[in-house]
């Protein structure tokens, strides 16, 4: 299969691909930092060595930048897989963090998926095959304090997560939104969290593949998962 992962240099984004190279696929990565990515490409390809691992640096909050990665993927052929988990969290209320904010995360954590996604549908629509994941929160469901862009940019996705599958459903295209609770990854770098309160990569990684592994005849439309003990 053809898996084409976002934001994948690191934390959820890294374990998904990881868990989809034990099948020996073929896999795309991007993220913004270039370094990180290629090492990042390298140390899995060396792990997994009958997987396939091809990166390009992109930065998703730029749709001219989205555009070049989409067709770059294209020319590999038309994506089985998509995961839309590029995203970025800045903690603040709505009446006091910066301005400029919002737009900034909106782009990162909304149009980044629209953007791409709308570049490899009309191939993956030709095909009537594939299945669409947009990785987006436990503050998609629920608003919180501290929240502030981030909540908001994780609603809007969930809002495209529905409207895409009510498209595509007649077109033999899946669309799977995740919600994670609190996920020991990059977001929560400089917060003091005891390890065993908080869920592992690897536990959407198993989600998102076992949800990617049902006949065509089923989908999962929602995955949430949270740890234990609660939200924190």
Known sequence: MLIIITGSSKGIGKAIAAQFAKSANTILLCSRGQKQLYDTVANLQTEFPNATFK??????????????????????????????NAGEFTPGSIHEEADGVLEQTIETNLYSAYH??????PSMI????????????????????NGGSYSISKFALLGFSKNLREELKPKGI????????????????GFDIDPKRIMEVEDVAKMVFAASQLSTMAVVEDIILRPQLGDL
């Open 55 to 84: 990166g390009k640096p992109c930065d998703m909050s730029n749709k001219a930048d989205v555009i070049e990665f989409a067709n770059w993927c294209l020319k590999h052929g038309t994506p089985d897989i998509v995961v839309n």
């Open 116 to 121: 791409l996604t709308r570049a490899l549908l």
């Open 126 to 145: 030709e095909k009537a095959h594939g299945h669409i994941f947009n990785i987006c929160s436990i503050a998609s469901l629920n608003a919180y304090a």
């Open 174 to 189: 899946k669309v799977t939104a995740v919600y994670p609770g609190a996920t020991l990854s990059s977001s929560w770098d």
